[in-house]
């Protein structure tokens, strides 16, 4: 369903400047590690074809911020581990994360690799949202590292990772809610016994 949708996208009039910028946003070239100005050396069939041929397109699985707790959505991969060394740059795994406050995440984003200590993958000069909200990114990751790592290697489906992520979203809210009723019992106790 992606390919066709691009298929029909880009054979009804899109130009060849709309296809770089949409293979750009997408990160496409960096994971080729084509450089900004080897860009033009692409015929535009050339550049439909990188859509089309898995070993270079992306597809990506939105991850809200309701479901993350994060102040900003996240894409994983949806290919992961099956990647060729063709993507030199992404071989390993990463995350995408909302790179502005603004749009949707399909915009601006930068990619995170999923480690044991995460590092964005790009210049931080790029980066467009608070230093803790990317410390915010980092953390997810730490905490959900083996989960995150087990959707790159395809061990675990997206529908079955947002489930988890839900279900722990939930008694993450739970734990919350209990934890101010205990303050505000707290709070009453003191007040009653002049603590």
Known sequence: MY?????Q?????????????????????????????????YSFKELQYMVFEEDFAFFWATIDKKYTGLPV??????????????????????????NSYEGRIYTDVLPMSISKNPKVLENEEYIHIKPEDVKAV??????????????????????????????????????????NEIRENMKIVKEKWKI
Do not use: C
Not at 74 to 85: A, C, H, N, P, V
């Open 138 to 179: 980092r953390q997810f990751i730490i905490k959900h590292y083996e989960l995150l790592l087990k959707h790159w290697r395809q061990e675990i489906t997206t529908m079955e990772l947002y489930e988890i992520l839900k279900k722990e979203a939930k008694q993450d809210e739970a734990l919350e809610k209990l934890v």
């Open 73 to 98: 959505d996240i894409r994983l991969d949806e290919i992961g581990s099956q990647r060729t060394q063709k993507l030199i740059h992404f071989s390993e795994p990463l995350l995408t994360f909302q």
């Open 3 to 7: 390919k066709q949708f691009f298929w």
């Open 9 to 41: 996208r880009w054979l009804v009039g899109e130009t060849r400047e709309s296809l770089i910028e949409w293979l750009e946003s997408q990160g496409v070239f960096v994971a080729m590690g084509v450089d900004d100005n080897e860009v033009s050396k």
